[in-house]
């Protein structure tokens, strides 16, 4: 069945940075479009950075542009979330999924806790 495993969350200070990887399993990971989304408290999930099947083309939300990099491995099954110049408000519970401009979602993971805080 289909998996979607996140790591890499954690607590770090304003302006630090973390590297998040999703484990995928239980599709044809190379032939969906695949993105990190993320729900902040009392916020709704957004889709946050999106990238192609290939990972040619990527996509950001205005609010990550610049600070954060999406990168996948077609070998391993892996996609990836480089975030740098973290703020407070990128406090949330990260997850990955297909991207759901391209796909039907898949069910999601337990996704992995970013704190920002001093």
């Known amino acids: 069945q289909v998996q979607l495993v996140e790591s890499g969350g954690g607590l770090v200070q304003p302006g630090g940075s973390l590297r998040l990887s999703c484990a995928a399993s239980?599709?044809?990971?190379?032939?969906?479009?695949m993105g990190w989304y993320r729900q902040g408290p009392g916020k709704e999930r957004e889709l946050v950075a999106a990238?192609?099947?290939?990972?040619?083309?990527?996509r950001y939300a205005d609010s990550v542009k610049g600070r954060f990099t999406i990168s996948r491995d077609n070998f391993k099954n892996l996609v990836y979330l480089q975030m740098n110049s973290l703020k407070p408000e990128d406090t949330a519970v990260y997850y990955c999924?297909?991207?759901?401009?391209?796909?039907?979602?898949?069910?999601w993971g337990q996704g992995t806790q970013v704190t920002v805080s001093s």
């Open positions: 999924n297909v991207d759901q401009r391209y796909h039907s979602l898949k069910g």
């Open positions: 239980g599709f044809t990971f190379s032939s969906y479009a």
């Open positions: 990238i192609s099947r290939g990972g040619g083309e990527t």
